[in-house]
């Protein structure tokens, strides 16, 4: 019996797998498609994932492939309205990544491959159940052969359909977003093109045009082409239609060319409740749904794998109590509703339809960009830094939740080795070293010292701080190391 069943091998289901298998848990991952993603869909890795990705080894690979982007603005035809530098973001990552989803996909591979585990390919989940102990799926295999197979925990990656959130019988609450959008993968030429190393917004009457730069010399366009009408689809937009739309909305000055990928699409705007059910998890867009406005889904998704895979290992290895596993819906669900409510609110503002509307939003926009603060906020919210888990089970104590800041390319994070493990931060060194001894499923033997001398802190394995208390107190340090311990 395999201890994670994992179904799904997009983005989230390889960063999942790699990272148990990286914790020496057994995991089987299928995916139902002959072969990974071949487009680029999610093109953006924030600065967040790395930090998290650092963890895994993987980060320069990814980092040789992509292109760095440095900016993001928006624009009205010719005119800058607001410019926001992503260099303020506080990260050794200071900026986005753009990088097909394919090649994320490729190189998380890689990863997994090294780590020695394959994706089965053409294996579908037809169902499952549950009992206290175990979960028991049905595959089928693309030559028509069914298997039964018992898994002690499954974990649905397996996209906007999933499956497994059918088979737990949770509603995916939320709204199509009511409009039909374009895709292009061009190359644009001529001087009036964006800078290639930004993300260009243009807004306009009939709706926003946004230009992602993609590795290679070609860019990513995606526009609104009008309102979905129910039971119509519309046919691939042509290059011609690309160039109309680039003429009309983003000022001309530049043609497209040497098109690879032409598509429509629509956005829904979804998301669970919970994120589990008893031996049962769903993580990425099995969970949540969104507009690609911020970049923010493949992100949020791989995000929500790392939380899972420490917790997940600690408590299969016999280190940390099952009720470690409770904390997973509520941090991953309130970060799951903030980016969708962020992702809806910056596509409901591009789409604004009524002219003096859109008059004031550019107004606005124009007003509110021109602050350093303003800026330096977007690019945080973007970056995912910011995200925190004060109001977590985990969370004891004033600092308790925040991100602890990562090292500066100075060696493996605290904790990052290959069982997870949380990391004392004391002044007192002798007595956090005797307090690890005592817990060395739980806490990494080496404590560190704390970056103020009169706090004490336990950093959680995924680097948010779990304890944060006055640096005399170790009966509380004690007691929150026993509450995780099995
Ligand atoms: C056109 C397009 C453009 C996009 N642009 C962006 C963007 O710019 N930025 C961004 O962040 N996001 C973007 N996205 C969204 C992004 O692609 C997703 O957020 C991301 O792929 C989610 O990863 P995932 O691993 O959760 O799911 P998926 O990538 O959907 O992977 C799910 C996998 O599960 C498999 N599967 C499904 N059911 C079963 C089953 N029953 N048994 C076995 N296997 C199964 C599927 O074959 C698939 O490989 C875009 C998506 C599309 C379609």
Same mark, same amino acid.
């Not at 091998?9 to 914790?23: F, H, I, K, M, N």
């Not at 869909?41 to 690979?61: N, Q, Y």
């Not at 769903?282 to 791989?302: E, I, R």
């Not at 604004?352 to 603060?373: D, E, K, S, T, Y």
């Given at each position: 019996m395999?201890?994670?069943?994992?179904?799904?091998?997009?983005?989230?289901?390889?960063?999942?797998?790699?990272?148990?298998?990286?914790?020496?848990?057994q995991v089987r991952i299928i995916d139902r498609s002959p072969h990974?993603?071949?487009?680029?869909?999610?093109?953006?890795?924030?600065?967040?994932?790395?930090?998290?990705?650092?963890?895994?080894?993987?980060?320069?690979? &990814?980092?040789?492939?992509?292109?760095?982007?440095?900016?993001?603005?928006?624009r009205n035809g010719r005119t800058v309205l607001g410019h926001t530098g992503f260099d303020t973001i506080a990260s050794p990552y200071n900026f986005a990544l753009m990088l097909p989803q394919c090649d994320t996909e490729r190189l998380l591979n890689v990863q997994l491959q090294a780590l020695g585990v394959a994706v089965e390919r053409e294996v579908e989940l037809l169902g499952f159940s549950q009992t206290p102990t175990h979960v028991e799926a049905r595959l089928g295999h693309a030559d028509g052969r069914e298997e039964g197979v018992e898994t002690s925990w499954l974990v649905g990656c397996d996209g906007a359909h999933s499956t497994v959130l059918h088979g737990l019988g949770f509603a995916f609450q939320g709204v199509a977003q009511g409009d039909d959008w374009m895709l292009a993968d061009v190359r644009l030429e001529g001087e009036g093109a964006p800078p290639a190393n930004?993300?260009?917004?243009?807004?306009? /009457?009939?709706?926003?045009?946004?230009?992602?730069?993609?590795?290679?010399?070609?860019? /990513?366009?995606?526009?609104?082409?009008?309102?979905?009408?129910?039971?119509?689809?519309r046919p691939d937009p042509t290059l011609s239609d690309v160039q109309a739309m680039a003429d009309e909305r983003a000022g001309g000055g530049f043609r497209v060319a040497d098109p690879v990928w032409l598509a429509n699409?629509?956005?829904?705007?979804?998301?669970?409740?919970?994120?589990?059910?008893?031996?049962? &998890?769903?993580?990425?867009?099995?969970?949540?749904?969104?507009?690609?406005?911020?970049?923010?889904?493949?992100?949020?998704?791989?995000?929500?794998? &790392?939380?899972?895979?420490?917790?997940?290992?600690?408590?299969?290895?016999?280190?940390? /109590?099952?009720?470690?596993?409770?904390?997973?819906?509520?941090?991953?669900?309130?970060?799951?509703?903030?980016?969708l409510r962020n992702a809806t609110r910056m596509t409901?503002?591009?789409?604004?339809?009524?002219?003096?509307?859109?008059?004031?939003?550019?107004?606005?926009?124009? &007003?509110?960009?021109?602050?350093?603060?303003?800026?330096?906020?977007?690019?945080?919210?973007?970056?995912?830094?910011?995200?925190?888990?004060?109001?977590?089970?985990?969370?004891i104590g004033r600092h308790a939740g925040d991100r602890f800041p990562p090292p500066q390319h100075d060696g493996p994070a605290p904790g990052s080795g290959t069982m997870p493990r949380f990391v004392l931060f004391s002044a007192d060194q002798a007595r956090g070293a005797a307090l690890a001894a005592r817990f060395p499923g739980v806490l990494d033997p080496r404590p560190r010292t704390p970056p103020d001398a009169q706090s004490l802190l336990i950093v959680r394995p995924d680097g948010y701080v779990g304890l944060s208390v006055t640096s005399n107190d170790w009966a509380e340090t004690e007691r929150f190391t026993q509450l995780l311990a099995a």
């Open positions: 395999h201890q994670v069943l994992i179904v799904g091998a997009g983005p989230v289901g390889l960063t999942l797998a790699a990272e148990l298998s990286r914790y020496g848990v990974p993603t071949e487009t680029s869909k999610a093109l953006v890795v924030w600065s967040r994932t790395f930090e998290l990705m650092d963890r895994m080894g993987c980060t320069p690979a &990814f980092l040789d492939a992509g292109l760095h982007a440095r900016a993001a603005s928006i930004e993300i260009a917004t243009f807004l306009h /009457r009939d709706g926003p045009f946004v230009v992602f730069p993609i590795p290679g010399g070609r860019s /990513r366009i995606v526009a609104t082409v009008g309102k979905t009408v129910a039971g119509q689809s699409f629509r956005i829904n705007e979804r998301k669970v409740s919970d994120y589990a059910k008893g031996r049962v &998890f769903l993580a990425g867009d099995a969970a949540h749904v969104h507009s690609p406005a911020g970049g923010q889904g493949m992100n949020t998704g791989m995000q929500d794998a &790392f939380n899972l895979s420490w917790k997940l290992a600690m408590v299969i290895r016999g280190e940390a /109590r099952a009720s470690l596993l409770d904390s997973y819906t509520p941090e991953r669900s309130a970060v799951g509703d903030m980016v409901d503002m591009g789409t604004l339809a009524h002219p003096a509307a859109q008059a004031a939003r550019n107004l606005v926009l124009r &007003f509110m960009l021109g602050f350093h603060a303003v800026q330096d906020r977007m690019a945080a919210t973007m970056s995912e830094v910011e995200i925190a888990y004060a109001k977590s089970l985990l969370s």
